[in-house]
């Protein structure tokens, strides 16, 4: 039994043929590669991913046992000027990202759980437009959610740069004055 899932996604992951559909959410854009809408009430609302025929497909995880930040592409067809005007803009660099996969029962055609299984998160750190003579692609990609542990946050100790975000604090009103030594645990 694979650990976390429920009994009837097991049930489902143990048959010959699988269905399962992407649940993809782009910053609030919910769009799915599945034929039909999908309504959700994954992320604490009830929530419509729509068949646009825009979103093509994902590039594989790759998983490995070394610390590494882990990427993916997302293909969107860029035929579309609505996918363009959308995604292919500075504003969408460091957005969200959430990609989810649902399974459904082939003899109902009905979701198997409510529960979708989150496959990746993370935000947007580029993309890319590709043409051809009678087709275009947009190439998103999407680094995982640990991905800015090396950013300088450019925070400085003063009392100024620290009312910024906390203007009624004075906690740091003397963090000018430098100490010579600062005595840490017991006296030996």
């Given at each position: 039994?694979?650990?976390?899932?429920?009994?009837?996604?097991?049930?489902?992951?143990?048959?010959?043929?699988?269905?399962?559909?992407?649940?993809?959410?782009?910053?609030?854009?919910?769009?799915?590669?599945?034929?039909?809408?999908?309504?959700?009430?994954?992320?604490?609302?009830?929530?419509?991913?729509?068949?646009?025929?825009?979103?093509?497909?994902?590039?594989?995880?790759?998983?490995?046992?070394?610390?590494?930040?882990?990427?993916?592409?997302?293909?969107?067809?860029?035929?579309?000027?609505?996918?363009v005007s959308?995604?292919?803009?500075?504003?969408?660099?460091?957005?969200?990202?959430?990609?989810?996969?649902?399974?459904?029962?082939?003899?109902?055609?009905?979701?198997?759980?409510?529960?979708?299984?989150?496959?990746?998160?993370?935000?947007?750190?580029?993309?890319?437009?590709?043409?051809?003579?009678?087709?275009?692609?947009?190439?998103?990609?999407?680094?995982s959610q640990?991905?800015?542990?090396?950013?300088?946050?450019?925070?400085?100790?003063?009392?100024?740069?620290?009312?910024?975000?906390?203007?009624?604090?004075?906690?740091?009103?003397?963090?000018?004055?430098?100490?010579?030594?600062?005595?840490?645990?017991?006296?030996?």
């Amino acid at each position: 039994m694979t650990r976390g899932l429920g009994t009837a996604t097991n049930t489902a992951l143990a048959r010959d043929a699988i269905v399962s559909y992407l649940l993809l959410n782009i910053n609030g854009t919910r769009v799915t590669d599945a034929p039909f809408d999908i309504t959700n009430g994954i992320e604490g609302s009830s929530n419509t991913y729509t068949a646009q025929g825009q979103f093509l497909g994902i590039a594989e995880i790759d998983e490995n046992s070394e610390l590494s930040i882990s990427s993916i592409q997302l293909e969107l067809s860029a035929l579309a000027s609505g996918a363009v005007s959308t995604f292919a803009n500075s504003s969408i660099i460091n957005k969200d990202v959430k990609i989810y996969r649902i399974f459904f029962d082939q003899s109902t055609e009905a979701a198997i759980s409510d529960n979708p299984i989150l496959i990746f998160q993370g935000s947007i750190a580029g993309y890319r437009i590709t043409d051809a003579d009678d087709t275009a692609s947009l190439t998103i990609q999407v680094d995982s959610q640990f991905s800015n542990f090396e950013k300088v946050t450019c925070r400085r100790t003063n009392k100024d740069n620290f009312q910024r975000e906390h203007p009624q604090d004075f906690s740091m009103e003397f963090s000018h004055e430098s100490l010579k030594d600062i005595p840490w645990g017991k006296v030996a």
